[in-house]
């Protein structure tokens, strides 16, 4: 059963939780989905991306914004003629720095994204880069 429709059958039981916050490993998941599953297990939920390669990673914090983890890799985003302005989408093309074994080196991931366009981080607790938006899949956005 997927999270969000475990939530849907869990919301309006009063089922105690004793989660104190969801990860969504990303599957995208939509507002609503999110909604349904805080209701059902009454924590917040929290996405957070990444690949198999581990070439960049990113976790939402609690002021919902996407912020990267340097410490995981390089992270570029690249339009069609070089970096994509802040704001726009490209492609993902990352430097892992925790493979020792296998360094991929500017590997294009597959994925579209857009690196926000406030350069500051969020005002609670990081002052990490952050993306305004995972689209999804290259070949999957049209
Ligand atoms: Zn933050």
């Known amino acids: 059963m997927r999270l969000g429709s475990g939530a849907r059958a869990l919301s309006g039981r009063g089922t105690p ?4 916050s969801l990860r969504g490993y990303y599957l995208r998941s939509w507002r609503y989905q999110r909604g349904l599953i805080r209701q059902a297990f009454g ?3 929290r996405e957070t991306y990444g690949m198999a390669e581990i070439m960049a990673a990113a976790s939402e914090c609690a002021c ?3 912020h990267l983890w340097p410490e995981a890799g390089l992270v570029e ?3 069609n003629a ?3 302005p802040r704001g726009e989408c490209g492609q993902l093309v990352c430097t892992g720095l925790l493979n ?3 360094p991929l080196i500017r590997y294009r ?3 579209v994204a857009a690196l926000s366009r406030d350069e500051n981080g969020c005002s609670r607790d990081r002052r990490l ?3 305004a938006r995972i689209e999804g899949r290259a070949d999957g956005v049209s």
């Open 129 to 131: 880069p952050h993306l």
């Open 64 to 66: 919902e914004m996407m």
């Open 43 to 45: 924590c917040p939920v």
């Open 100 to 102: 020792a074994d296998m």
């Open 17 to 20: 939780s004793m989660a104190r």
């Open 109 to 111: 991931v597959g994925d």
């Open 82 to 84: 070089g970096p994509a």
């Open 77 to 79: 985003i690249l339009g």
